[in-house]
């Protein structure tokens, strides 16, 4: 099995090269953002937006100044996590062929593309603490705790995601991995939708339609959530993971020749 | 004497695709041979192959591997099957080492030396991208992965389809050599008879989802001839005898499936030894 997630990574080795770049880019971005907040142009806005009397409180500002470190610990993981292109290589090369003489059973064949994305995450986790550890020390924007939230949110929406994917993937054979990427993302807004449907609607017939319900708190709870709250996307992103692979296990059984 | 051991073992094998059936397909493959899978395109040989390595499920029937059934246990029975298929199956970025990253951490008996060695002997570079190899030195990295962890068996759907007789002849080699060895069995499955009557022990020809003919090669080239006459003498000749028959302008011609017979019946006709090739043809003429 563990040969089987050796091929995975080989077969993602341009992507961890861009990962590497991505990483650099991310890390220069992000103390050149952390500096301009505390000493640059950023403080200064964050100053006047606080002076103009628009109902922001210095908290809102330093709301809004997480929003942008939400974004640079959300990248490398992002970048790092895409499974589709293992896929692609497998249908193309024909390995599946290779895989189903090999002497490795199916469920430990679809565990290995699980424990690939698995120790993709844990890279990015990884880096993205070491930076996380790097930018607290230089701002007051997020506690540690807080980029640690954020980063283990970060893993868990993608890894939610891409279990998914691995789900529709074996489900749809290959050749049709793209489609399987459209399906894991409705299946998620749809799960959103679903769970959040008062806050959602909420939303959409009061914010962004008579404007009534505005409230700046309606931008921050998300905020708050996966900056306090990472560990109950972790508990879902394990409780979906077991479920795709169950799922991917029996429907790779049925059709056989898919992983 | 020692009682022959089967290493592979279909008995009443069924799988039905709609459009295509396995029907009741049984034969066994014994150690130490090299066993000949024949059969025009279509006839069912990659699904057969397919189903001994359980890679599709069967709808009934009983497959045995090394004398264990590979309900369950195919995993397992696959640490001693080296399998080699028509189209290559590696990644194209992938080079020689880094098919031996991968496969030391497979196979439990991966013998990294030897996996050296073989692309050494078959002149294969292991630093080079095996999608730059030509359709031979593809085949022959098949075979040396197959070689290095020590299997028992080699499964091969078509590899000599495709290459040029001198890669055709150092393939023919390499199996010779892997079945010195007395354990050592292959499956062979090729539409190329040529190439299975200069090496193979067994026979198993399959048609139509069908086995029609299966036994020792020998045996089978012995027993068939081809049996040359007049037209008007052709209706003549025992039916029973008769696998296929083709009438020219120049006179008729028929397979037939017992010379010994047929010498002693027809003492004035011309038999002569029938190729594999012809073998086959006839029986999926006969058929039609």
Known sequence: MKGLILKDLMCLKKQLTTFVYVMAGTVVISILYVLSTRYGNLARVGEQLLDQNNGMSRVDVKNLGSEAMVLFMFLPIVCVGDLMNVFVADGKAGFYKVSSSLPVPLYKRVLARFLTIYTLFGLGVLVDALLAVLLCSMTDIMSLGQFLGVIFSGASILSIYSALMILYCVLLGYGREQYAQVLALLTMAAAFVIIKFDSVRFFVVHVLGDGVGFDSSVFWKPLDFIREKGYVLLGIAALVSVCSYLLSVRIAERKRGVI | ?288
């Open chain 2, 1 to 288: 004497m020692d009682e022959v051991r089967n290493v592979i073992e279909l008995k009443d094998v069924t799988k039905d695709y709609g459009d295509f059936k396995l029907d009741r397909v049984s034969f066994a493959v014994p150690e130490g041979t090299v066993c000949g899978f024949i059969g025009q395109n279509g006839a069912g040989k990659p699904t057969t192959i397919n189903l001994i390595l359980d890679v599709i499920s069967r709808d009934a029937g009983e497959i045995t591997l090394f004398g264990q059934s590979v309900d369950r246990n195919s995993a397992a029975l696959r640490e001693d099957v080296g399998v080699v298929f028509d189209e290559m199956g590696f990644h194209e970025f992938m080079t020689g080492r880094d098919i031996n990253i991968m496969m030391k951490n497979i196979y439990r008996n991966w013998d990294e030396a030897a996996f050296f060695e073989n692309l050494r002997t078959f002149s294969l570079p292991s630093k080079k991208k095996c999608g730059a190899f030509s359709r031979g030195m593809r085949m022959k990295l098949q075979i040396a992965v197959a070689l290095s962890h020590h299997a028992k068996l080699l499964i091969m759907d078509e590899p000599t389809s495709g290459l040029d007789p001198i890669v055709r002849n150092e393939m023919i080699g390499i199996f010779r050599e892997f079945v010195m060895e007395e354990d050592h069995t292959i499956l062979l499955s090729s539409h190329i008879t040529g190439d299975l009557e200069r090496i193979a022990d067994e026979v198993v020809f399959i048609n139509g989802g069908r086995i029609v003919l299966t036994g020792n090669k020998d045996e089978i080239l012995e027993k068939h001839g081809i049996l040359k006459c007049k037209k008007e003498d052709l209706p003549g000749i025992s039916e029973s005898l008769i696998v296929s028959s083709e009438v020219s302008s120049f006179g008729a011609q028929a397979l037939i499936n017992d010379r010994a017979s047929a010498e002693k019946l027809y003492p004035g006709a011309v038999i002569e030894q029938a190729a594999l090739e012809e073998i086959m043809i006839g029986y999926v003429n006969g058929k039609r």
